[in-house]
């Protein structure tokens, strides 16, 4: 079992990143998807997740209406994006996928089993 995050990076108030996370290793294609992130000092919190079909998606108040998940199935491999938009500061954090079973999507990270090991996006000019 593998998520594999990446697409951080330094990035300037206003701008654009698309976060990629490549899974491997289990039946992922029933799994749900989350996006979370950790800013130093916070808890981690969520950001967006995919229901296993793609065609349910959920978003947190911060980036709603900014942000777009999505998600690529292949057997036993795929990959899910979070497409960021007008980036702020305060979206600098690490960010992780996770995957859990069912057709849920969760809000808390003790619903995901499986995690990836982040990739950091910082937003400054």
């Known amino acids: 079992v593998q998520l594999v995050e990446s697409g951080g990076g330094l990035v300037q108030p206003g701008g654009s990143l698309r976060l990629s996370c490549a899974a491997s290793?289990?039946?992922?294609?029933?799994?749900?998807i989350g996006w979370f992130r950790q800013a130093p000092g916070k808890e981690r919190a969520f950001v967006a997740g995919v229901d296993y079909s793609g065609r349910r998606v959920e978003y947190a108040e911060p980036g709603q209406g900014r942000f777009s998940i999505s998600r690529q199935n292949a057997e036993n491999t795929g990959t899910i994006f979070l497409q960021m938009n007008s980036l702020k500061s305060e979206d600098t954090a690490i960010y992780y996928c996770a995957a859990k079973p069912g057709l849920k999507i969760e809000y808390n990270t003790g619903a995901y089993a499986q995690w990836g090991q982040g990739t950091q996006v910082t937003v400054s000019s």
């Open positions: 290793g289990f039946n992922w294609a029933n799994y749900g």
